[in-house]
């Protein structure tokens, strides 16, 4: 049978099919794993394992400095350029050593008081010293990721996330078997090590073939053009976990430790979907926006990206929607409380994924202050709408805060993309990087 046209020819959608393979085969792992860590830990451990998941998102930016998109974004622009390449991954190299000694330090004598923040409690201060020792191969493997990603090898890319959360999921569940809650708490805090250990043994050839260690030096010439990006990771990664952590705090407190789990349950559950988009606007979006210069040129692309993605996205979500009291029954154990949860952030998460897509130009056009005034925008509506609704509404009322916070996100994204292109139809000049 002759494959269609437009999709031999259509790169997202190769990428897509690709990746949806990887993300199908993970997500029968994740489940199982989901299973076993609610069976074994409960609800409020659950929450612990969200709250450490948390921090580890946070060191992925404060480690690197947060100049993951820059990285794709400029080895997309100087894959052929040697020169602006060692230019590039020496600054890099500074930002990852300083991020990676803060993080260290912080972590490691401040261990008590964050064990305290983070799981109500100081017997897991030595989990925090363990991620604070971890610190540097989350750098590493975000600069390296970064690589990938701008080259566009999406195959290798989606390799490198299969293997590594295999080999994580395993790790998971022979600590969890055997050490509980404290086991899994360990096993999530040394995947980093498992993430580098992949991505060096499938990726190392090509690698040195763009990245010559011995011109690595100790400075930043691109240190202005990073520092950008690092303030939108900030904003982006950084606030969006604390803002989660506080949420959980807010719960456990008004409510119960269970509560709190319920919710992380239902996030883990959107996360773990929601990675299916992540490698996409790495891989395709950001490269691809940025080599488009016209608004006729980025509204073709977008309307290609929308008509590729919306539709699979869309199908898998009224999949999950049918299917959630299978997914509480035979994957988080005793969660009863999710199935409410389940219409708010599906519906949320669709409208979030749109909203994404437009957010992506931002990226690519190094548009910080737009990008940084819609994700406090984000962040503020979400804090606030959840503090509100939560008293009438329980552990509901955060997920109702979130469908109604990308509602108004997507609008805004959109209204400032569009503004950018009159402002550049009217003034040309005044756009250019």
Known sequence: ???????????????????????????????????????????????????????????????????FNGVVKYVADYKDDSERLQKLFSTAFVFTVLGSVTSFTVLFFGAGFISEHLFYTRDFEYIVKIVAVVAPFIAIQRVFNGIVNGLSDYKKFAKIELVAYL????????????????????????IPVIQVAVMLFIFIKVLREYLHFSNISFKAPYAKSL???????????????????????????????????????????????????????????????????????????????????????????VVIYFLRFQFIEYIFIDFDEMAPLFKWQLLGDFIKLAALVLLHQFIAKKMVRNFIFTELFSLALFYGLSYLLVDEYGVEGVVIAHFIRYILYFFLVFFLVMRYFKKQKNNPEALKP
């Open 1 to 67: 049978m002759k494959i269609p046209k437009f999709i031999r020819d259509n790169l997202l959608l190769k990428m897509t099919s690709l990746n949806a393979g990887v993300i199908v085969i993970r997500l029968f792992v994740a489940f199982f794993l989901q299973r076993e860590l609610t069976d074994i830990v409960g609800k409020a451990g659950y929450a612990k394992i969200g709250s450490l998941r948390n921090l580890l998102q946070m060191l992925t930016s404060i480690t690197s400095f947060g100049i």
């Open 167 to 190: 080999l994580g999921a395993t790790l998971t569940l022979l600590m969890l078997y055997q050490y509980s809650i404290d086991g899994a708490l360990l096993a999530i805090a040394l």
């Open 227 to 317: 520092l950008a990006f690092s303030l939108m990771s900030f904003v982006a990664t950084v606030l969006v976990s604390y803002v989660e952590i506080d949420i959980r705090s807010m719960l456990a407190k008004r409510l119960s430790a269970d509560d709190a789990g319920i919710w992380t349950g239902m996030t883990t559950l959107s996360k773990n979907y929601m990675v299916f988009s992540g490698a996409i606007f790495t891989l395709y979006v950001i490269p691809k926006f940025t080599g488009l210069k016209t608004e006729s040129g980025f509204k073709k692309e977008l309307f290609n990206i929308y008509k590729t993605l919306l539709p699979l996205f869309g199908v898998g979500m």
